[in-house]
């Protein structure tokens, strides 16, 4: 078997970045014009809708992109899913993030053939909205999927709560990719709309698209920054700002070109303004790929890869044994099942080894009842722990037990 072994995490590490750029680059450009297109279908003059239909066909998806989306998806997931262990469950992944996708970009190739068609009826925007909609949808997912590799003691879990793929980090991901994918649309509508709109369209297409690029571009860098701010303390590093910041100064000077575009029609340098947007594009897939892999570091995966499924142990007893000795028994099992796969009492895994932080609440055991029923935030070292679906007599007995058997 090839799955698990180091040659094939080293593939599929070095295929995600590429298919991620890939992916959402050109699922931007497809979203941001469909969203033009139906914003110009419900608000714009017959002229302007005539004016932009080539530009925004040319961003529309045929049979082709939806196969090749359809996967680079699949490739990314299938990343998530066996590129580190333990997997994840796949059918929410699969089934919850392909379906919308496909479905999306059919309802968006057949909004471009009705566009195509010139044929109005209510019913045209609504297909274009749906498929819009569905494409967005699986678009949070991926990026939810994709950043629970930054959280990887999220995943033993995932299973009994499926609500844990919901995070931050990934929702600012999905709004980082919302900002980015409409600011390169307006430069694409504003870059061609010169060449294709004609004479009277042409002004038009300029103002329209590099007033929407210049305002995503200006609206991203706060999404980036609360995207870094909801990584954990260990997937943070030097290099992960330093390509941020990066990125930020490849928008500012792509702000000011698309201004001084917007301003002298006549020197467009389209060139460097598209190879600029790649540029981007690739930061915001190699920032998160440098967070990813500062979060999997050697003591992560062996925690991780620690992970054996330890059977609920039977409460039947032949020999009724001492009630202390039953009590530990049963706070040890607990502690198996539930907890060591992040902790062991004297080395750091996922979480903090035990015997540094289990003294402190030798003077208040309640104080760590609470801690396991419902952790808080507590060393920015380490990711936050999850609450995990105890009873109330199993968190009595794991707490006892962790007391009694921390270093003093
Ligand atoms: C999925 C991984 C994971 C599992 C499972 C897990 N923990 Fe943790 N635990 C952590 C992490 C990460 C931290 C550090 C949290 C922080 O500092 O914010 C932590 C911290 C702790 C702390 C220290 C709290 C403090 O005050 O600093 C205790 C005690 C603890 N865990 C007990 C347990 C017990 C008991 C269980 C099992 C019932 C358990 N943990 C299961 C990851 C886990």
């Not at 068609?117 to 609504?126: I, K």
């Not at 303390?233 to 500012?252: N, Q």
């Not at 039977?314 to 039953?326: G, R, Y």
């Not at 049963?330 to 099942?337: L, N, Q, S, W």
């Amino acid at each position: 078997m090839i799955w698990g072994t180091p040659a094939y995490l080293t593939l599929l590490k070095s295929v995600l970045p590429p298919a991620l750029c890939v992916h959402f680059a050109w699922l931007g450009l497809i979203a941001g014009g469909a969203t033009v297109a139906v914003a110009l279908d419900i608000l714009g003059t017959p002229d302007q809708r005539r004016g932009l239909a080539p530009i925004l066909d040319r961003l529309g998806p045929g049979p082709v992109a939806v196969a090749l989306l359809g996967m680079t998806a699949a490739l990314i997931l299938l990343c998530v899913q066996s590129g580190y262990p333990p997997p994840a469950p796949s059918a929410i992944f699969w089934g919850g993030a392909l379906a919308p996708l496909l479905a999306g970009l059919l309802l968006l190739t057949l909004y471009r053939r009705l566009l195509r068609m010139g044929r109005g009826s209510p019913l045209r925007p609504g297909c274009g909205l749906a498929g819009i909609a569905l494409v967005l949808v699986s678009t949070f997912l991926l990026c939810c999927g994709a950043g629970l590799l930054v959280a990887p003691e999220k995943r033993p879990l995932l299973e009994a709560m499926p609500q844990l793929l919901l995070s931050w980090y990934g929702t600012a991901r999905y709004l980082e990719f919302t900002c980015l994918a409409l600011a390169a649309t307006g430069a694409v509508v504003a870059l061609l709309g010169e060449r294709t709109a004609g004479p009277g369209n042409a002004q038009f297409a300029r103002r329209l698209g590099g007033g929407i690029a210049i305002l995503f571009l200006l609206a991203w860098p706060p999404l980036l920054l609360f995207a870094l701010f909801n990584l954990p303390a260990i997937a943070l590093s030097r290099g992960v700002w330093l390509l941020a910041a990066a990125g930020l100064v490849t928008a500012a000077i792509l702000s000011l070109l698309l201004a001084g575009a917007l301003a002298k029609p006549e020197q467009r340098r389209a060139g460097p303004i598209l190879a600029l947007f790649l540029t981007l594009f690739a930061s915001w897939v190699m920032t998160d790929h440098l967070a990813r892999e500062n979060a999997l570091d050697g003591a992560t995966m062996a925690g991780l890869a620690a992970l054996v499924p330890v059977p609920r142990p039977v409460p039947a007893q032949v020999t009724p044994a001492p009630t202390a000795q039953v009590a530990e028994a049963a706070g040890k099992a607990v502690f198996e099942r539930s907890c060591a796969v992040c902790h062991r009492f004297e080395e750091k895994l996922v979480g903090p080894p035990l015997d540094a932080v289990v003294p402190k609440y030798r003077q208040d055991p309640a104080a760590l009842r609470a801690f396991i029923r419902a952790p808080v935030k507590r060393d920015p070292a380490f990711p936050a722990m999850p609450k995990l679906p105890l009873t109330e007599a199993e968190i009595e007995a794991v707490a006892a037990y962790l007391l009694e058997r921390a270093a003093p």
